[in-house]
């Protein structure tokens, strides 16, 4: 009895830490994370997203529409794990532009 316990707290401390470890360093449940930058280069919208107010929006989409990609803004207040989802969505997006245009982009 006493060893079906001691696993027991250990399963359940285990999937407490990694279900922590997913939300917190990688942003796997926010809407930004790099499973829905892969769902979204398939359904052909490619954006990039960015934190805060743009500083040269007339350049940026200038940039943008060179490259057949968006920039999509979500405001100044953002959480950790939001921005560790945007981190690794934007990541895949870079791969992906760097495969389809080399490089120099």
């Known amino acids: 009895m006493k060893r079906k316990l001691t696993y027991g707290i250990l399963t359940f401390v285990f999937v407490v830490l990694f279900y922590l470890g997913l939300k917190l360093f990688f942003g796997i449940f926010t809407p930004y994370n ?9 359904n052909n919208k490619v954006q990039i997203i960015a934190v805060g107010l743009p500083y040269y929006p007339e350049v940026e989409q200038r940039l943008a529409n060179n ?33 389809k245009y080399g490089a120099h982009f």
């Open 67 to 99: 490259y057949g990609f968006n920039f999509k803004y979500i405001g100044c207040i953002a959480t950790t794990e939001l921005l560790n989802g945007i981190k690794y969505y934007n990541k895949q997006v870079e791969n992906y532009l760097t495969k």
């Open 34 to 42: 790099f499973w829905t930058a892969k769902q979204d280069i398939a």
